[in-house]
């Protein structure tokens, strides 16, 4: 019987058989389903992306009419990634111009708020230079990354060292004060880049710290549209499930610990975010079409249900893609055209 070329969630490659195949892409998507409270894929859903894993060709693509925007977090770090010795405006010109980025993203080489703050009077300059160099919208972006705020690195205590203490009292104080500072670092940076001309602001990697973090988000992005109502937020997360590491903490009367990528559209929504970003987290020990089935269904399920538009994360470890930091182009291109054809969400 012939063989499937496919990959394991490591990238690791593998062959199957059509059977394989078929029983990979339908457990994943059970499984998502019962993971989220969900429904799974339909039939013809499922065939579709049987059809398109099964392609044996080294690139997949998209039918005509169904491409979507595609955009980038990091650039200016990941081109160091690909070896490429490049400052932040020559890797914005590569992501526009050699590989073709429907929007692009300048930030700061930690990648976080709390630490672009105090050079924020350095970069807008740069920033400003930077507009004039493109063509495509220019966001800002950087993540709430609250561990900056505890101990050694800032003013507040390390809840991680406090839990284990059973000091859980005080480990939710200090994650309730650092969800106050983190919420003043976004907003500062935010309105300054946009005041610059930021087409947007992308808040990146959301909830890596658990319900906090997405607290924080949540909190930044209401503040932003109060003061900037047709500012652009795009809200993109770290995980398909937000942790309890406070585990009551609420927003819009909704427990935020738990969360499902749906659950989570509906809260960036409601706080004024303008695009979501789901995450589906890859789990190594599966197939890549596994995985994917099961990104799939739980990204479907959040465009069903949006009012905004939908970029999936679909990256190193996301989006039903390897956990790798190079990752191969056949599985880009044939978790891509699934992801698209399937959800019909906006962009990448």
């Known amino acids: 019987m012939q063989k499937i070329f496919s990959r394991q969630g490591d990238g690791r490659a ?44 080294k690139i997949a693509g998209v039918e005509r009419g169904c491409e979507v925007i595609t955009t980038f977090d990091g650039p200016t770090v990941e081109i160091r990634h690909a070896g490429i010795i490049a400052n932040r405006q020559q890797a914005l ?8 980025a429907d929007t692009i993203e300048f930030s700061h080489v930690d990648y976080s708020f709390k630490p672009a703050k105090t050079i924020v009077h350095e970069d807008l300059p740069l920033f400003e230079q930077s ?16 561990g900056l705020y505890t101990y050694p690195d800032g003013p507040m205590p390390n809840p991680m060292e406090l839990l284990p203490l059973g000091k859980i009292d005080e480990a939710r104080e200090a994650y309730e004060s650092v969800v106050e500072l983190a919420v003043k670092d976004m907003v500062y940076v935010a309105s300054a880049f946009y005041e610059a001309g930021a087409d947007g602001i992308n808040l990146d990697t959301v909830g890596a710290s658990g319900d906090p973090d997405f607290k924080a988000a949540l909190l930044a992005a209401e503040k932003l549209k109060e003061k900037y109502p047709d500012i652009c937020i795009e809200l993109g ?93 056949d599985m880009v291109s ?15």
């Open 14 to 57: 593998i062959e199957l058989t059509e059977a394989e195949l078929m029983q990979d892409i339908v457990d994943g998507s059970s499984e998502a389903a019962d993971d989220a409270g969900i429904a799974p894929l339909s039939d013809d859903e499922i065939n579709h992306i049987f059809d398109i894993c099964k392609n044996v060709g």
């Open 93 to 100: 010109q590569i992501f526009e111009r050699c590989l073709c």
């Open 131 to 146: 507009q004039l160099l493109m063509v495509i919208p220019v966001f800002y972006g950087a993540m709430p990354n609250l």
């Open 237 to 329: 997360m770290a995980g398909e499930f937000v942790l309890g590491t406070h585990g009551e903490l609420n927003h819009f009367d909704q427990r935020l610990a738990g969360l499902f990528p749906h659950k989570q559209l509906e809260m960036a929504q409601r706080a004024g975010a303008t695009i979501f970003g789901p995450v589906v987290n890859t789990v190594a020990k599966k197939t890549i079409p596994w995985n994917l089935a099961r990104a799939i269904t739980m990204t479907k399920a959040c465009v069903e249900r949006a009012a905004i538009p939908v970029h999936a994360n679909m990256g190193m470890g996301v989006g039903g893609l390897p956990v790798c930091e190079t990752l191969p182009v």
């Open 334 to 348: 044939v978790a891509s055209k699934a992801m698209v054809e399937i959800t019909r969400l906006d962009g990448l």
